[in-house]
């Protein structure tokens, strides 16, 4: 892999399908501009229809030609995921790339609509049940893509099976972590079972270093923490790079043509802070199939997702 991989290196996207979560803003807004640049028809899913189409409006006045909709999901709703689903699956013949890049991040606690934790809820159990929904038209388009985006709090993260919604102990950031964590544990156990069916269609996974978005100021807004705010506008200051840049590791693997199943990928820089796109290792525990198949098994009791187009 080139050390100084960038946004011009991007293969050419004509013909191509992607959906973006969390597509109107950070990371995922850079994302769909770089993707609709590349001449990829792409689907920006937000929460808010009206942010999703302020994001639409902006990225056209950069990309006058770019081929763009905006699909309505709420990750923190199932019902919402399922109805998303239903509509691409009626409307889509493909798609290709299924970039699972929204999240929440360190917040207070609160939950979602059918009850779970809102940070495992939105970060995992609702890209996991849209990933399940959207698996038929992945698994018929040739070579199709899952990239779900982790964060180096993975780390610190230990999955909870006891307690996965935190409703005897909660910490926002341990919460945060513990999604993160999933995110791994969900891609490899997915690209596990891709791979068992004979599917050409990969799982792979990447993360943004700290990188400037909105993510960590809502947290500290939430918080109603002024110092907490301070903190992150100092923190960021000092060491996050752009969310264009932070955006790489995903496009990367989105895009590129020497990623594999179960790629992770991440910045080159310092402690992956910061840098150009390059595969890392997650830490011990996301290669653990035990976890991973504990994680699957409650994840489809949850969701209601079954998955059943793969065979274990």
């Not at 939950?111 to 049940?129: C, D, I, K, W, Y």
């Not at 079972?193 to 792979?204: P, Q, Y």
Request: glycine fraction near 8%.
């Amino acid at each position: 892999m080139s050390q100084k991989w960038s946004s011009t290196d991007i293969p050419d996207q004509t013909g191509r399908t992607v959906l973006v979560t969390g597509g109107n803003s950070g990371l995922g807004f850079h994302t769909c501009r770089m993707l609709a640049a590349k001449g990829a028809r792409v689907l920006l899913a937000s929460r808010s229809s009206q942010r999703g189409d302020q994001a639409r409006a902006e990225i056209l006045q950069a990309v006058p030609d770019a081929r763009l909709e905006v699909i309505s999901l709420d990750l923190a709703d199932l019902d919402s995921v399922r109805l998303c689903a239903d509509n691409l699956l009626s409307g889509l013949d493909s798609l290709h790339v299924l970039m699972n890049n929204a999240g929440v991040m360190a917040i207070p606690r609160q939950e979602t609509t059918q009850g779970f934790e809102r940070q495992f809820g939105v970060n995992h159990l609702g890209h996991f049940a849209l990933t399940g929904a959207l698996l038929p038209l992945l698994l018929k388009t040739p070579a199709s893509r899952i990239v779900n985006v982790s964060s180096m709090a993975h780390r610190s993260g230990r999955m909870n099976f006891s307690d996965l919604h935190g409703q005897r102990k909660y910490s926002p950031f341990g919460a945060y972590s513990q999604s993160k964590l999933a995110n791994l544990l969900f891609t490899l156990e997915l690209q596990r079972r891709l791979e068992s069916n004979g599917a050409s269609t990969i799982c792979v996974s990447a993360h943004p270093g700290f990188s400037a978005t909105n993510l960590q100021y809502v947290a500290a807004k939430e918080k109603g923490s002024a110092i907490e705010l301070i903190l992150m506008r100092i923190l960021n200051a000092l060491f996050s790079q752009s969310a264009e840049q932070g955006a790489l590791p995903q496009l990367y693997a989105a895009t590129a043509h020497d990623v594999s199943g179960g790629d992770y990928t991440g910045p080159d820089g310092w402690m992956q802070m910061r840098g150009f796109p390059v595969k890392h290792q997650a830490k011990e525990t996301a290669y653990d199939s035990a976890v991973a198949q504990e994680l699957w098994r409650l994840s489809v009791e949850l969701t209601g997702e079954p998955f059943d187009q793969l065979q274990d």
